[in-house]
T-cell receptor
Framework: AQRVTQPEKLLSVFKGAPVELKCNYS??????LFWYVQYSRQRLQLLLR??SRESIKGFTADLNKGETSFHLKKPFAQEEDSAMYYC???????????FGKGTTLSVSS | NAGVMQNPRHLVRRRGQEARLRCSPM?????VYWYRQLPEEGLKFMVY????????ESGMPKERFSAEFPKEGPSILRIQQVVRGDSAAYFC???????????FGEGSWLTVV
């Protein structure tokens, strides 16, 4: 079965501290993975897609097939990073994104 | 590009009434997706449509919910005889097609009283 697990419901860090938002997946084959960010009651915005290997707003994510993980990282958190972060992958049929339950990141000064 | 447009942004319905949520995809996009966001549950896929076709409705409740994406006009998510449990944020998204990047609208918040 295809599944995305984000084990942390809430992650609180201080400004300037490193951030790692965890994402594990279950998928048969090579998954297409994404991170989306949602600021308070706004639309989900694409943060990054693993095949593009881009770094957006200082965030990066590396696909680790051995650990079936796609953790999101940023070396120095900023207060404006406070938001809900969703990890997602395309289902086997390619017809829908399957989302994890999300992790709320709270960055305080 | 105006992005994915949803309306209404907020909708209040009494139990038993009908709710209609509209979604206009991004320009050039012919694939539309509907998701429901419930508190503490994240985003749940409901349905995937192309113009005039339902491709995957595996996430749609069997009763009271329907979706369409006509040749002309926006996609419509219709909920008949709403109940309190239907209260949620409903997000529409669109893509060029296939497994391309999916872009989301700002959501429609349905409250059933």
């Amino acid at each position: 079965a295809q599944r995305v697990t984000q084990p942390e419901k809430l992650l609180s860090v201080f400004k300037g501290a490193p951030v790692e938002l965890k994402c594990n997946y279950s998928y048969s084959g090579s998954p297409e993975l994404f991170w989306y960010v949602q600021y308070s009651r706004q639309r989900l915005q694409l943060l990054l897609r693993h095949i593009s290997r881009e770094s957006i707003k200082g965030f990066t994510a590396d696909l680790n097939k051995g650990e079936t993980s796609f953790h999101l990282k940023k070396p120095f958190a900023q207060e404006e990073d406070s938001a809900m972060y969703y990890c997602a992958l395309f289902n086997q049929a390619g017809t829908a994104l399957i989302f994890g339950k999300g992790t709320t990141l709270s960055v305080s000064s | 590009n105006a992005g994915v447009m949803q309306n209404p942004r907020h909708l209040v319905r009494r139990r038993g009434q009908e709710a209609r949520l509209r979604c206009s995809p991004m320009k050039g996009h012919s694939h539309v997706y509907w998701y429901r966001q419930l508190p503490e549950e994240g985003l749940k896929f409901m349905v995937y449509l192309q113009k005039e076709n339902i491709i995957d409705e595996s996430g749609m409740p069997k009763e009271r919910f329907s979706a369409e994406f006509p040749k002309e006009g926006p996609s419509i998510l219709r909920i008949q005889q709403v109940v309190r449990g239907d209260s949620a944020a409903y997000f529409c998204a669109s893509s060029i097609g296939g497994e391309n990047t999916i872009y989301f609208g700002e959501g429609s918040w349905l409250t059933v009283v």
